[in-house]
């Protein structure tokens, strides 16, 4: 009975972990950065955006979606 929810929530975080990926923008920010253009109220105010909060629910999940792996090794 264990295995089986933990495989249950084990799907539950794959699917989210590959929807939380697929939401983020690309980090290739083009010429921009050259001259420094980069360095705009997005850029200074980085851990109040949105951005910011998907990479932090990627960490996250991606440490869930590990430790679950683990745990289903260790089940079988």
Known sequence: MLKIIVTVVFVIA?????????????????????????????????????EAMLERLTKISAVLFMLLALALDILN
Not at 22 to 31: I, M, V
């Open 14 to 50: 794959a699917v989210f972990l590959a929807a939380v990926v697929l939401l983020q923008e690309g980090k290739q920010q083009g010429l921009g950065t050259i001259g420094g253009a980069a360095e705009t109220y997005f850029g200074r105010n980085k851990g109040r955006t949105m």
